[in-house]
Structures are given as structure tokens and as C-alpha cells.
């Protein structure tokens, strides 16, 4: 029996670097007997298929061969409940099924949701973003990954469940490697690793003062046009050039005045979920170092207070990247 690999994320797990791998590689995969099917397929990865998934609309799988080893990946399917999980078993039940799972710390992960949160359109600070998840824990996704470990472990067996320490794997730079060293007789060495990879795999967060710009952004132009998503975003990237460096510069320096570090990662849930991670799973976690683990649970953020807006000077340097970023609107 062939194997299915369902690559379920979640969010902020490396997802589109390991999906722009996978397309670029899909000749390479073949050879070694690996579909990345076209099935389900959109942008990069096959997030069609979660609404069939919960449509209930997998009666006939169409188009994929039972004679090969399937990659299936999307982000979204962290999203599943078990009777989700339960009809995809029951579904694609000609392959034996093996889960990829990317296990993130929360701390980490909720700084960069919050960041993609306000390129998205949002404007929430990260006070209140993190806050919004902590005072309902025991309920939470995003802070506390064992819950889903074992409701995938109940549906596909704990075998079945190949875990990958996101946070070693970014001491390490190792995500691609040790994702494609679960796929058994695909050789790392033949995997392309193209520019657009490079960069993706080079790419940083963007600066914290950029980010407050955007947030300001965001909730000006939608109260002043209606701007809904990433437009802010986009907009603000496409014309990064034309901004005035005098005013970002004085932005900058009033955020930095107001950085405040903080450690986050060690709060109950965070000890809660790992120990159970850890009790349950430390045998399915590839890349699995007991020396670091503890290490990789705090972190210490930079974040800012809101208290950097309130300056005049502050206001006029606003005006001026607002009134950039509104003309192009405008005129697009």
C-alpha cells in the first residue's frame, strides 16, 4: 500500500517555503515515486480540498493513482475537527495516511501571527492580539498544540504522526531538510533549492516600526475608504521607495524609545502543552533534541506600546506616508 502524506501546517510553520519546494521539485519527487498532485490545488497548495473535506464531497477520488505516494499540504488543515479527520481516513483509505505535523512554541508563533495579522488588515497591538487567546487557554489552537497531536494520533494512529520541532529546525536552518527526510527514498541532495526558495527561505519578519506604520494604516484608509485585507500592506510595500526616509526615520526612533522586552513562552499552557507533547510524542519528532527543548520554550520578544503615537511630530510623519500611500489608492 502506498502512503498519503497529508502536510496539515498550521499557520507560521514554514508551510509556503516547503509547498514552493514542492513544486519546484515535483520532477524530482516523481522519480522517486511522489505525486504533488494538481488535485485540490490552489496558489501552492491544496487548499481546495478543505472544503470538500467539510462539504463531505471526497465520495470519488479522482485523478490520483493508488500506485503512488501522495503529498497533500495546506495550513488549513490544522483547522479540521476529528470527524474531519475521520472522513479523510475514510476517504483516501487506498493509502495508508501519514500525518506531518510542525510544532511551533507559542510564543514565537503568536508574534508572527500578530504580524500577519496586521498585514492582513488588522489592527490590533500585540498586547491585546496575545491577550485575546491567553484568557481562554485551554481553548486555544494557536497557544496549545497537543489537543490536535491527539486527535490526529486517535484518527491515523500515534505512528502514523511525524512531528517537526519548528523552533530546532530554525536554530538549525533545517526545516526543508528535515521535511523532505520524512518522505522515505527521496534524497535531500537532489532537491532544488531555486532563488525565489532561497529567498523565501531568507526572509525576515519585517522591522517593528514598519509594522505599527501598517496597523496605523490600516485603521486610518478603512475608516477613510474602506480598505479591507492586505491592501494597506501591499500598497505600502509597492511605494517603499517613495516614502520620505526623514519620516520613517522619525518613526523609528519615537518606536525605539518605546521597545519594551518581554518573555513570553513560560506562562501554564505553555508548560502544559509541552509536557504533553513531549510525554506523548518526544518519539515521533524527527528532529527531537532533549538538550534544546526547554531552551526553545522562552523567548523574548521587543514589542511597543501605543504610547509612541501620541507625539506631534509623530502625527506629521503619519500625515505625510498617509498621504503617499492614499494618492496611490486612489489612482489605482
Known amino acids: 500500500m502506498k ?9 507560521k510553520t514554514g508551510t509556503t517555503l516547503i509547498q514552493k519546494c514542492l513544486i519546484d521539485n515535483r520532477s524530482v519527487l516523481a522519480a522517486a515515486g511522489y505525486d504533488y498532485p494538481n488535485n485540490y490545488f490552489s496558489y501552492l497548495g491544496h487548499h481546495g480540498l478543505w472544503s470538500k473535506v467539510k462539504n463531505r464531497q471526497l465520495d470519488i477520488i479522482e485523478g490520483l493513482d493508488v500506485n503512488r ?11 479540521f475537527d476529528q470527524s474531519d479527520f475521520e472522513y479523510i481516513r475514510e476517504s483516501f483509505s487506498a493509502w495508508k495516511i501519514v500525518v506531518i505535523y510542525s510544532w511551533r512554541r507559542a510564543g514565537s508563533k503568536m508574534y508572527s501571527l500578530w504580524q500577519e495579522h496586521v498585514k492582513q488588515g488588522g489592527e490590533q497591538g500585540f498586547y491585546e492580539y496575545y491577550h485575546n487567546e491567553l484568557a481562554f487557554p485551554g481553548g486555544s489552537k494557536l497557544l496549545n498544540s497537543f489537543p490536535t497531536l491527539k486527535v490526529l494520533a486517535t484518527c491515523f494512529g500515534k505512528s502514523a504522526i511525524k512531528v517537526i520541532d519548528y523552533n530546532e529546525c530554525q536554530a538549525n536552518d533545517s526545516l526543508l531538510s528535515d521535511f523532505f ?13 531555486t532563488d525565489e526558495v532561497r529567498r523565501t527561505y531568507a526572509n525576515k519578519a519585517m522591522s517593528l516600526y514598519e509594522i505599527e506604520i501598517i496597523r496605523y494604516l490600516n485603521m486610518v484608509l478603512r475608516e477613510k475608504y ?8 501591499t500598497l505600502y510595500l509597492a511605494n517603499r521607495s517613495k516614502l520620505p526616509e526623514k519620516e520613517l526615520k522619525c518613526i523609528e526612533q519615537r518606536v525605539s524609545k518605546h521597545l519594551k522586552c518581554i518573555d513570553v513562552g513560560n506562562y501554564f499552557i505553555d508548560r502544559n502543552s509541552q509536557f504533553g507533547i513531549l510525554k506523548e510524542f518526544s518519539s515521533q519528532i524527527v528532529n527531537f533534541n532533549p538538550e534544546q527543548v526547554d531552551k526553545s520554550l522562552i523567548l523574548t520578544l ?9 507625539n506631534s511630530d509623530i502625527f506629521e510623519a503619519l500625515a505625510t506616508i498617509e498621504a503617499i500611500v492614499a494618492a496611490e489608492l486612489q489612482s489605482g
Open 3 to 11: 502512503k498519503l502524506y497529508l502536510h496539515v501546517g498550521p499557520h
Open 226 to 233: 474602506g480598505c479591507k485585507g492586505d491592501t494597506v500592506r
Open 302 to 310: 521587543e514589542v511597543t506600546s501605543s504610547g509612541w503615537l501620541y
Open 69 to 79: 505516494n501522495i503529498i497533500l499540504s495546506s495550513e488549513n488543515f490544522a483547522s
Open 181 to 193: 527526510g520524512i518522505l522515505q527514498g527521496v534524497d535531500f541532495l537532489n532537491i532544488a533549492l
